[in-house]
C-alpha cells in the first residue's frame, strides 16, 4: 500500500497551484460580476414551505394565492415528494400569514403544514459578517497556536489552505448559482474545521520527519514533504472518504432543509483534502526554502 | 487471560449502560428547526427619545417577555438578551401560533388616560362606582375557586406587607371589567372606542417603575395589582384631581381595565382591586410591567417550522445518519478488521457520550448542532484511522505487534492533540466572538471534541491493548497487514 503514493508531490504542485488560482480569479469574478445567489435568509421577504398531504400544481395554488393580495408577484415553486415554496417579494404580515395558512388549508389541502421564514437581510448579512471576522480572528489564534507548536510557517500554510478551501467552496456556489442559505455559514465553518484538522496531520508528520533526517542539500527537504505526504495519504484518503460518505447520504436522504448545507460539505471536504495535500505541505516548502540557507544561528527576525 | 476478561466485561457493561440508557435519547431537546415552533429576534428601541437601551433594562424586558410567555402556557419558551440591544424568543411546539406571537408582540405602549376634559366626561362618570359591589362579590367567590390552598397561603403573607408597607386602605379601587359589564357606565360607551373615551393621557410607560407592578391578596383573598410610580408627586396632582374618576389603563390603544381613583395617592403607590380573578391580575400585572419598560420591541427577524415539518426533517436526518453510520462501520471494519471494530464500538460510545451531554446539560439539538457533531463524527473516525495507519506502519516495518501496538500509540498521540487542539482554538475563537448560530455551531463542535479525545483516544486504545496485551491479536491480519508487506527487521 504504501508504495502507491510515491509520486514527486513537491513537483506535481506548480500545476496545482495554477489549478487553484485559476479557480480563485473565476471566483473573485464570479462574485464582483454576479455575487452570491442568497435564499430567502438573505433577501427581505417571505419564504413559505407547505408540505401537502395530497398532490398539487402550480396552477391550482396559484389563483388561490394571488387572490389574497399579499405581495406582488409571488413565485409558485411545486417540488418533488410532496412540498411546495411559496415566495413573497415582501414580508407577511402575522395576519397575512395566517390568511394564507387558512385559504390554503380551507381551499387547497387540510392536512397542509407551513413552514415560514420571514427574514429581514440585515440580521442574516449581520451573521455573515460575524462569521467572516470569527474565522479571520480564529485564523490569527490558529497561526499563534501553530506557531508555538511548530513554527510560523506552518501557521501560515495552514491558515492559507484553510482560507483557500473556504474561498473556493463560495467561488463554486457562486459559479454555480447555488442558493446560499443560513446553513452554507455552518457548513463554511466546518469546512475550515476539517480542512485545518487535515493539514495539521500532515504538518505533523514533516515535523517529525524532519527531525530524524538530516538535511544536506536543498532538494532533501522536498524529499521529506513528498515522504511525509505519501506516508499520510492512506489515512487521508480514508477519513475523507468516511465523511463524505456521511454528507453524500445526508444530501441524498437528509431533509431538504440540509441538502445545500450537505452540497457545501462535500465540495468543501473534497477542497479540504486536496489543499493539505497540494497546497499547503508545497507551500511550506517554498516558505522553507526561502530561509536563508546554513545561516549558523537560525535567524528568528523573519518570525 | 485476565486482559480477555476484562475486555469482554468493559465492552458489556458499556454496551449496557448504552442499552439502557438509549431511551433517554428522546430527552434530547430539539431546536425549532427539528421540532416546529417559531424563533424572533426582537430589536429593542427606547420609547422615549435621547434615552439609551441599558443592559439593565434590556433584561428585565426579557425577563417580562418570559414572564408573558409561560403565563400563556407555551413549554420551555427560550428567551435569551444578545448583543446591547436584541432580545431572542424561541418557543417550540406550539400550536396556537398567531396568538403567543401577538401577545409577545404586544407589550409596548402602556398608558393610563383620564377623562379629564373630555367632551363626555361630565355627565357619565358618576355611574361607575356602582359597579363596585357587584364586581367585588363576583371576584370573591372566583378568587376562592381558583386560588388553591398553597397559594392563598403564600400569598397571605404578601397581602400583608404591602399593608404594612403602609398602601392607603381602600385607595384607588373597583375596576369595571368582566362583571362589570352590565353596568350603567359600559352600556353608555358602549358604542363608543374608549381611547376616544379617555382623551388626556395622564401617565405612560416610562412613569411607572420598572417591574413595580406585583399581584397580591387582601384580606379577602382578592388579588390585586399594586404599582409603582416614580414621581409620587405627579401621581399625587393627578389622583386628586382625578378623585371618582376613572383612570382607563390602555395597552397599544387597547382598554385594558378602568379602575375608579378613590383617594388622592401621594407616597407614589397604588393597588388596583376588584373583580379579577388570579389569572386576569397576573395578565395585568405582567402587562403593566411590560408597558412600563422603556424599550419598545420590534420584531426584525422570524422564523416558523411547523410541527409536521421539523418531525420529517428530524427522521430524515436521523435516517441519512444511522446509514452513513453502517457503510462507515463497515469500511473500518475491512479496512482495520479488529482495531476497526473497536474504533467502530468507540464511536458508539462517542456518539452516546455526546447526545448524553446534550440531554444533562439540557442543550439544544438543532441542524448546525448536527453538522458540527458530523464534523465530529469525522474526526473520531480519523482519530482512529491516524492511530491504526501508525500501528500498521511500524507492523511492516517489521515490529512485533505489541510494539507496533505502543509505538504507534505513542507517535499518534501528539499528531490527534495538535490536530483537535488547534480546531479547539479555532471553535473557542467562533465562540468567543459569534452570535447565534454560529455560536452554537462552536460550541458543539468543542464538546464533540473533548468526548471524542476521551472515547476515540484514549477508551478506543485502552480496549485495543487489552486484546493485545492479552495476546488475542497477535497477527498482522487482524490489523489488516498483509505477512508479504512486512520488512524483514
Known amino acids: 500500500m504504501r508504495f502507491k503514493w510515491n509520486y514527486d508531490f513537491v513537483k506535481l504542485s506548480k500545476y496545482f497551484y495554477t489549478f487553484s488560482i485559476i479557480l480563485t480569479i473565476a471566483g473573485i469574478i464570479s462574485l464582483a460580476v454576479a455575487g ?47 412540498r411546495m415554496s411559496i415566495r413573497f417579494e415582501t414580508v407577511l404580515t402575522d395576519t397575512q400569514e395566517n390568511q394564507l395558512k387558512q385559504a390554503f388549508n380551507k381551499q387547497l389541502d387540510s392536512g397542509a403544514s407551513f413552514e415560514v421564514n420571514t427574514v429581514d437581510p440585515t440580521i442574516a448579512k449581520e451573521l455573515e459578517r460575524n462569521a467572516l471576522w470569527a474565522v479571520l480572528l480564529a485564523s490569527l489564534g490558529i497561526i499563534i497556536y501553530v506557531t508555538i507548536r511548530f513554527e510560523w510557517r506552518f ?39 476539517y480542512s485545518l ?41 480514508n477519513t475523507v ?63 | 487471560m485476565n486482559r480477555i476478561i476484562s475486555f469482554v466485561v468493559v465492552i458489556l457493561v458499556v454496551a449496557g449502560i448504552i442499552g439502557t440508557t438509549t431511551p433517554l435519547f428522546k430527552d434530547v431537546r430539539l431546536g425549532l428547526d427539528l421540532k416546529g415552533g417559531f424563533e424572533i429576534l426582537y430589536q429593542a428601541t427606547p420609547t422615549t427619545q435621547g434615552e439609551a437601551v441599558t443592559r439593565e433594562s434590556l433584561t428585565q424586558t426579557a425577563r417580562s417577555l418570559e414572564q408573558r410567555a409561560n403565563a400563556l402556557g407555551t413549554s420551555e419558551p427560550e428567551i435569551t438578551t444578545e448583543g446591547t440591544d436584541r432580545i431572542r424568543l424561541r418557543i417550540a411546539g406550539v400550536t396556537d401560533e398567531a396568538t403567543v406571537r401577538k401577545t409577545m408582540k404586544e407589550p409596548a405602549e402602556l398608558t393610563f388616560r383620564s377623562m379629564d376634559g373630555c367632551s363626555t366626561d361630565a355627565s357619565k362618570q358618576s355611574g361607575i362606582p356602582s359597579a363596585e359591589k357587584q364586581g367585588q362579590d363576583t371576584s370573591k367567590s372566583k378568587a376562592a375557586d381558583k386560588t388553591s390552598s398553597t397559594d392563598s397561603k403564600s400569598s397571605d403573607s404578601n397581602a400583608v406587607s404591602a399593608q404594612t408597607e403602609g398602601l392607603p386602605q381602600g385607595v384607588t379601587v373597583t375596576p369595571d371589567t368582566g362583571a362589570a359589564g352590565t353596568t350603567a357606565t359600559e352600556n353608555t360607551y358602549a358604542n363608543e372606542d374608549p381611547a376616544k373615551l379617555y382623551c388626556k393621557i395622564e401617565l405612560t410607560g416610562d412613569d411607572f417603575k420598572e417591574n413595580g407592578a406585583s399581584v397580591v391578596y387582601n384580606s379577602l383573598q382578592q388579588p390585586e395589582i399594586t404599582i409603582e410610580v416614580k414621581d409620587a408627586k405627579k401621581f399625587g396632582e393627578i389622583t386628586k384631581r382625578l378623585i371618582n374618576q376613572p383612570l382607563g389603563i390602555f395597552l397599544n390603544g387597547q382598554l385594558l381595565s378602568a379602575p375608579t381613583v378613590r383617594a388622592e395617592l401621594t407616597d407614589g403607590k397604588a393597588s388596583i382591586s376588584g373583580s379579577y380573578t388570579v389569572q386576569e391580575a397576573q395578565q395585568l400585572k405582567d402587562q403593566i410591567n411590560l408597558g412600563a419598560l422603556p424599550l419598545k420591541l420590534n420584531e426584525i427577524y422570524s422564523q416558523s417550522v411547523g410541527a409536521s415539518l421539523g418531525q420529517q426533517s428530524l427522521n430524515e436526518t436521523l435516517k441519512a445518519g444511522v446509514v452513513a453510520s453502517i457503510i462507515i462501520l463497515i469500511f473500518m471494519i475491512l479496512v482495520y478488521r479488529i482495531p476497526g471494530l473497536i474504533a467502530g464500538f468507540s464511536i458508539i460510545t462517542y456518539v452516546w457520550l455526546t447526545v448524553m451531554i446534550f440531554v444533562a446539560g439540557d442543550f439544544t439539538l438543532t441542524l448546525p448542532g448536527i453538522a458540527a457533531f458530523i464534523l465530529g463524527v469525522g474526526m473520531a473516525v480519523d482519530s482512529n484511522i491516524i492511530t491504526y495507519e501508525r500501528i500498521k506502519d511500524e507492523i511492516r516495518n517489521g515490529k512485533s505487534i505489541s510494539s507496533a ?85
Not at chain 1, 165 to 188: G, P
Request: glycine share 6%; net charge positive.
Open chain 1, 197 to 237: 484538522n487535515d493539514t495539521i496531520v500532515i504538518f505533523d508528520r514533516i515535523r517529525s520527519n524532519l527531525r530524524f533526517a538530516k538535511q544536506r542539500k536543498r532538494g532533501d527537504v522536498a524529499d521529506i514533504v513528498n515522504k511525509s505526504i505519501s506516508q499520510t495519504m492512506t489515512r487521508s484518503l
Open chain 2, 405 to 489: 501496538f505502543k509505538a504507534g500509540s505513542r507517535s499518534s498521540f501528539g499528531t490527534i492533540m495538535d490536530a483537535q487542539l488547534t480546531t479547539i482554538i479555532a471553535a473557542a475563537v467562533m465562540f468567543a466572538l459569534g452570535t447565534g448560530a454560529v455560536r452554537g455551531f462552536a460550541l458543539v463542535l468543542i464538546f464533540n471534541i473533548l468526548v471524542s479525545i476521551v472515547t476515540n483516544v484514549f477508551f478506543s486504545r485502552f480496549l485495543l491493548s487489552l486484546l493485545v496485551k492479552g495476546r488475542l491479536v497477535n497477527k498482522p491480519e487482524y490489523f489488516g497487514v498483509k505477512e508479504s508487506e512486512r520488512d524483514a527487521l
Open chain 1, 155 to 193: 501557521a501560515v500554510a495552514s491558515v492559507v489552505a484553510l482560507l483557500h478551501d473556504a474561498f473556493l467552496v463560495i467561488s463554486v456556489f457562486s459559479i454555480f448559482r447555488l442558493e446560499v442559505d443560513l446553513t452554507f455559514i455552518t457548513a463554511v465553518l466546518t469546512i475550515i474545521g
Open chain 1, 241 to 303: 472518504l468516511t465523511v463524505f460518505i456521511a454528507c453524500l447520504l445526508l444530501f441524498i436522504m437528509g431533509s431538504e432543509s440540509i441538502r445545500m448545507f450537505s452540497l457545501a460539505m462535500m465540495i468543501g471536504l473534497a477542497f479540504g483534502a486536496y489543499s493539505s495535500i497540494f497546497i499547503a505541505s508545497p507551500l511550506w516548502l517554498v516558505l522553507k526554502n526561502r530561509q536563508k540557507p546554513k545561516a549558523k544561528a537560525p535567524s528568528k527576525t523573519t518570525a
Open chain 1, 36 to 82: 452570491l445567489n442568497y435564499g430567502v435568509d438573505f433577501r427581505s421577504g417571505s419564504n413559505v414551505d407547505v408540505t401537502l398531504t395530497k398532490p398539487l400544481t402550480e396552477a391550482q395554488v396559484a389563483p388561490v394565492v394571488e387572490s389574497l393580495n399579499l405581495s406582488k408577484d409571488p413565485s409558485i415553486s411545486v417540488g418533488g415528494d410532496g
